[in-house]
Nanobody, 125 residues
Framework: QVQLVESGGGLMQAGGSLRLSCAVS????????MGWFRQAPGNEREFVAV????????YYADSVKGRFTVSRDNAKNTVILQMNSLKPEDTAVYYC??????????????????WGKGALVTVSS
């Protein structure tokens, strides 16, 4: 059974930083593309960032580009989302996702097949 468990969410003031982690078990982590998505209250889930199996290729939503960084540690089966210069509009539940394939695809769910339960990030103004 594939499990994705997010950690590191919380409350932060605007301009601050938070680091989300996602631990993956139940499938070969190093052969999976990974992603982060978020859902704000009243909104649909939206794409944040994806990373391929090696970490060599990443892609970001325009809204977070230059502020957020996605990385992975294949030895620890962990993917990280470093969030800097946080804004109140970054407030959302953040979901970690894993794909069955090593490369992400374009658009939609970006090839993600498995999802975590989410971690709440709240940014105050």
């Amino acid at each position: 059974q594939v499990q994705l468990v997010e950690s590191g969410g919380g409350l932060m003031q605007a301009g601050g930083s938070l680091r989300l982690s996602c631990a993956v078990s139940g499938r070969p982590f190093s052969s999976s593309a990974m992603g982060w998505f978020r859902q704000a209250p009243g909104n649909e889930r939206e794409f944040v960032a994806v990373i391929n199996w090696s970490g060599g290729t990443t892609y970001y939503a325009d809204s977070v580009k230059g502020r957020f960084t996605v990385s992975r540690d294949n030895a620890k089966n962990t993917v990280i989302l470093q969030m800097n210069s946080l804004k109140p509009e970054d407030t959302a539940v953040y979901y970690c996702a894993a794909g069955r394939r090593p490369y992400f695809t374009a658009g939609g769910d970006y090839g993600m097949d498995y999802w975590g339960k989410g971690a709440l990030v709240t940014v105050s103004s």
